[in-house]
């Protein structure tokens, strides 16, 4: 404010006055006062540019590995199939097969801008789709992964191990990796789980938003506590083949119950610390302890809903107020609706930030350790982002927010894909191991069936 009091001074002198002296000598002061405000701008914005340069030579030699993105099934739902959208263009703002509008959060010049070096791309299935179907379901969403690796071959290509990984990133393509979100898919079944490895799944998620015949996830009523007997001879196999374990979506029974039964380490492969956000799909941090035992990985997602718990608490509002108005005009949806416009103008929804989702980072560093973070995005699999984090080129904006707040350049490469690297090369180490000890597994579903009734056998004798 003294600095505009001073340059009006100098205006209204030379009117009044009409002292040209005096009028140049106010000038100055006025520009010699305004010289700090620039000293101090200045030094900010140099260690802005000194960061992201910072950032972009960490990642261009350790690129991204993002654990999670379901362009497949936004693929499949929005287009059909890959011929009827094209990756190698922007994305953000396409029309459906049905002619609505879709925002997608992937493609290939925002890839390559993001430094993204690696993909686990998920083949998720809706849990309602279960048994044979859901075998067919599944082995469709893996030919859309591999269909878009072969449209693409100087962007993609398939990766089985870390070493193709690298390879891939040094050859200037973006390594693609299939994960299978939810155990569900594999229909009870350890011949399907060697099949979908064969094909190149190196990751499954023990559970989606239900529960398995054999695991409970954590957006379920509890009905095993855990893990079946059946559940750890799937844990275990996965540990023969070295297909990742990934306890996303798992209920805390089961991510103790795998965690005490894998052999390798485990990943998250797109959740949050639930210490900060009380969310069920998030981590708690006795879990987050027995990780860092395990030397396994958590990655961190993106999903405002698990980051924030400003946006989590205005979720559980929100459907209060419309179950409340639901009821309250039953059969009368005009006025239910009026009534739900008028309380989102009154409640307007909180936006999760960049700077949450990096206190998530560091709160799972924290009681984790640093070689136990990675990055779970998300991303064509959530309908919202934190704001400056809406797609595949906005990586770099969460690690300058990381830099700032002290990482070092090789903590940055952990995060960005060194730790993904080490927790894979050790499963491959232990499944290596296993092989040469064991045969595949022959286990089924029927053995829980024969567990509880030697359990009620074992208690009507005691």
């Keep these: 404010m003294a600095h505009h009091a001073i340059c009006g001074a100098a205006s209204s002198s030379h009117d009044i006055t009409g002292d040209a002296m005096t009028k140049h000598l106010r000038l100055l002061a006025c520009l010699l006062a305004t010289l700090p405000c620039v000293a101090l701008a200045a030094p900010q914005s140099a260690k802005d540019k000194a960061l992201s340069t910072r950032v972009d030579r960490v990642l261009t030699e350790t690129p991204v590995i993002d654990g999670h993105n379901d362009l497949p099934w936004e693929i499949r739902s929005q287009f059909g199939n890959v011929g009827n959208l094209d990756l190698a263009a922007d994305t953000s703002n396409l029309r459906s097969k049905t002619g609505d509008d879709v925002h997608l959060m992937t493609d290939i010049p925002r890839a390559r801008k993001g430094h993204l070096g690696a993909q686990f791309w998920s083949v998720w299935i809706p849990t309602s789709v279960t048994g044979p179907e859901a075998v067919q379901m599944t082995l469709e969403q893996i030919d859309i992964v591999r269909t878009m690796v072969a449209k693409y071959p100087k962007d993609f290509e398939m990766a089985s191990t870390a070493d193709d990984i690298q390879r891939i990133e040094k050859s200037g393509r973006i390594a693609s990796l299939i994960g299978v979100e939810g155990g569900h898919q594999i229909n009870n079944s350890l011949p399907v789980l060697r099949d979908y490895y064969a094909l190149g799944v190196r990751y499954m998620t023990l559970t989606h938003g239900k529960n398995t015949d054999w695991a409970d996830s954590a957006t379920d009523k509890p009905a095993h506590h855990g893990l079946t007997p059946f559940g750890r001879a799937v844990v275990h196999e996965m540990n023969r083949l070295g297909m990742l374990v990934d306890l996303s979506h798992v209920s805390p029974d089961t991510m103790t119950a795998a965690l005490e039964a894998t052999k390798a380490p485990v990943i998250f492969s797109h959740s949050s610390a639930r210490a900060l956000d009380d ?17 396994g ?4 997602n993106f999903y405002p809903t698990f980051v924030s718990q400003a946006v989590a608490n205005w979720n559980a509002d929100r459907a209060g107020a419309s179950a409340k108005f639901d009821a309250l005009y039953v059969g009368q949806p005009e006025r239910a609706k009026a009534a739900m416009d008028k309380w989102k103008q009154a409640h307007p929804q909180p936006k999760a930030t960049i700077a949450e989702v990096a206190d998530h980072i560091e709160h799972l560093r924290k009681i984790a350790g640093v070689e136990s973070v990675g990055i779970g995005s ?3 699999g959530i309908e919202v982002t934190p704001e400056g984090l809406d797609g595949v080129d906005t990586y770099p904006a969460l690690f300058t927010e990381l830099a700032r707040r002290g990482w070092s350049d090789d903590e940055l490469a952990d995060l960005a894909g060194g730790n993904l690297l080490r927790v894979m090369r050790e499963a491959e180490a232990v499944a290596e191991r296993l092989q040469a000890q064991e045969a595949p597994s022959h286990a089924t579903i029927e053995m829980d069936a024969a567990a509880k009734s030697d359990s009620k056998n074992g208690t009507a004798g005691a």
């Design 378 to 380: 998300d991303f064509d």
């Design 279 to 295: 969310h069920p799909r998030d981590v708690p941090d006795d879990v987050l302890r027995l990780v860092k035992q395990n030397h």
């Design 297 to 300: 990985i958590v990655m961190a």
